[in-house]
């Protein structure tokens, strides 16, 4: 066997296992990037939702409104559609939960009312801010969610893992 073969035979092993180590560490620190990115993101506009909801019940108690059943579904439909106008990229949405599993608010108005207190996701909420993955319509997405206790709402932001892990997930094959 000449040398140069067996030069061939001994290393080209390492660069294949070195260049496969160095695509799956790219592809794990890339992934996380973009997760932090992803949460960093959400994060900012699940505190802008929140930061609507806490204004309506503010002039609630300003004017001493809080105990006026009318007055406070006012104020809550008032924050919905005030909610509603945050753009969360380009397939991101807004979907507003109480305790009980029943949703408030989601761009599709014909989930509103539906329940998904039985859904496994929805027991890991808990009564502060945190972050999950869901599968919620058959997509799975990212969420960052707070907790608002006067009405009961758990606010999400939610990212598709589509968006959120595009480039990363196109690498993956490869």
């Known amino acids: 066997m000449k040398t140069y073969t067996k030069i061939l035979v001994t290393t080209l092993p ?100 539906m329940s998904v207190g039985a859904k496994n996701w929805h027991s890991l909420l808990k009564y502060e801010r945190g972050r999950l993955f869901l599968n919620f319509q058959n997509e799975k997405a990212l969420a960052i969610y707070e907790f608002f206790p006067e009405w009961n709402w758990f606010v999400l932001a939610i990212d598709p893992e589509k968006d959120v892990f595009g480039l990363a997930d196109q690498m993956k094959p490869y």
Do not use: C, Q
Request: glycine share 8%.
């Open 14 to 113: 390492l660069v294949f296992f070195l260049f496969i180590a160095t695509v799956g560490i790219s592809y794990y620190f890339s992934r996380n990037a973009l997760t932090y990115l992803a949460e960093e993101w959400l994060s900012t506009r699940a505190s802008e939702a929140i930061g609507i909801v806490k204004k309506h019940e503010s002039i609630l108690h300003r004017y001493s409104l809080e105990k006026i059943s009318a007055s406070v579904v006012k104020a809550k439909m008032d924050a919905i559609k005030e909610i509603s106008t945050i753009k969360i990229g380009g397939k991101g949405y807004f979907l507003v939960v109480d305790t009980h599993g029943t949703i408030i608010f989601h761009p599709d108005k014909y989930l509103a009312g």
